[in-house]
């Protein structure tokens, strides 16, 4: 069996390792994966933005499944295009995509569904927005409405600085096309987590909690990155929350798509924020989380392919899937300067040995193959990962396993997994 795994981050480094694990040995390819996935797959030399490309690679070389892990080729609408070419693929239409895509669409489903998420508005321009927020006074939250990055949210605790955001957003257009439309909503005050379901179209299987920690540095300071660590379980989604989730919040979702005629399959990401009232919905994504995919899919027992082929047929179970007993911790280890400006080339010393290490595997993000080295190529470069009985074995063992890994300009959090520590002490 064939399968193409498209992007080349820590999170399509790990689906590659996982599929590559299955009992069925698939033939793993990577487009354009990096230096880790060469290790499970052959990387396919094609951006994970270039649709074009892809699909004629694909209608050339007819893998048995496409699985679609970052977002820009989802809604740019991939799966709609090699679907049209007879292929199988596991990643919502373009049209589903805009659960991710457009935060007005999303927020549209979840009023439509009464899903529990915070009151929010959209506006074209500074002008209406800044009314809206003077009239709803702060902490209020202002967001560029198209893909960002996770770059685009601004928290602002000052009226001031909403009017800075705004600024920045409607008229420095920092966002580019992304802030043509600005939302503008309610704060909601409580700890994070992510829910990553998968979808058939109708049924949802929900995966394992995870956190992710989206701050630079310690103690969630510093700007917004893509995610610096994460671990699953996550404690503060207690069990008492899990039907809420599906009931009140994943299970409206979806009928309300399907209701509109959209046919959503692939993983549906919950952002949750736990508030007093209850779980509220951040955001939705329409794809695997990163660096939530590094935790979460370890801990899966046997095979992932046949929940993905299960989700493209419209047979999805409960029954597919089965977890491992153990907690898993991922530190994510990016370039000195990330989420800003930072160097890339620089060799990375000490794979080899930390590998061997009980329970720990090393998810590569940002890595390149030089001369030969692996050397750094983006901003987030590695997820070093560990399992471990409990979450603070995992812990001690995925710090233990980072003192073996360095590049120049290294930076880490020391933090990760901190709160849910203090919470099982
Ligand atoms: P998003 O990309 O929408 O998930 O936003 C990025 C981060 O901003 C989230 O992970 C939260 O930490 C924070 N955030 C977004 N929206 C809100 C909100 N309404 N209230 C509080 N924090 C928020
Ligand atoms: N870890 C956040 C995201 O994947 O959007």
């Not at 795994?5 to 390819?29: C, M, N, Y």
């Not at 949802?204 to 701050?215: A, E, F, G, P, T």
């Not at 080339?345 to 595997?361: C, F, R």
């Not at 003192?403 to 959090?413: E, G, L, N, P």
Request: aromatic share 6%.
């Amino acid at each position: 069996m064939k399968i193409l795994v498209i992007g080349g981050g820590g999170r399509e480094h790990t689906l590659a390792w996982k599929i590559a694990h299955d009992s069925s040995s698939p033939e793993v390819f990577c487009a354009p994966g990096n230096a880790g996935t060469a290790a499970v797959a052959t990387n396919v030399p094609i951006a994970a933005e270039d649709v074009d490309a892809l699909t004629a690679w694909a209608v050339t070389n007819r893998p048995d499944l496409v699985v679609v892990g970052p977002e820009a080729p989802l809604c740019a609408g991939i799966t709609d295009r090699l679907e049209a070419e007879g292929l199988r693929v596991f990643g919502p239409s373009a049209k589903a995509a805009q659960m991710e895509g457009s935060k007005e669409f999303a927020k549209d489903i979840m009023l439509a569904a009464k899903v529990p998420t915070a009151e929010a508005e959209t506006f074209t321009g500074k002008e209406g927005a800044l009314a809206y927020v003077r009239r709803k006074g702060t902490p209020i939250v202002i967001k560029a409405d198209g893909l960002a990055a996770g770059k685009g949210v601004y928290i602002c605790m000052t009226e001031e600085e909403a009017e800075q955001a705004l600024t920045e957003i409607c008229l420095e257009r920092r966002h580019g096309n992304s802030g043509n439309r600005v939302v503008v909503e309610e704060f909601m005050e409580g700890e994070e987590a992510s829910i990553l379901a998968l979808v058939d179209g109708d049924h949802i299987v929900m995966l394992s909690s995870s956190q992710d920690h989206k701050r630079v540095f310690n103690n969630d300071q510093g700007p917004n990155t893509g995610g610096m660590g994460a671990y699953s379980p996550a404690p503060v989604v207690t069990d008492d929350l899990w039907p809420i989730i599906h009931d009140q919040i994943l299970r409206p979702t979806v009928d309300e798509l399907k209701r509109r005629g959209i046919v959503y399959k692939g993983v549906l990401y919950a952002g949750l924020m736990m508030t007093a009232t209850g779980p509220r919905v951040l955001e939705y994504n329409c794809r695997f989380g990163d660096p939530e995919t590094q935790v979460v899919l370890p801990r899966i027992e046997g095979d992932i392919l046949p929940l993905f082929q299960a989700c493209v047929d419209g047979t999805l179970s409960n029954d597919l899937l089965s977890w491992k007993d153990e907690a898993c911790v991922c530190v994510v280890m990016a370039s000195g300067g990330y989420p800003g400006v930072y160097a890339k080339g620089m060799a990375v010393h000490g794979l080899e040995t930390v590998e061997t290490q009980p329970g720990v595997v090393v998810f590569h993000a940002g890595t390149a193959i030089q001369e030969g080295t692996t050397v750094t190529s983006g901003g987030r470069v590695l997820g070093v990962t560990a399992l471990g009985a409990t979450l603070p074995e995992a812990v001690k063992r995925v710090y233990l396993a980072l003192s073996h890994v360095t590049f120049d300009q290294a930076q880490y959090r020391t933090d990760i997994a901190s709160r849910a520590l203090q919470r099982v002490e």
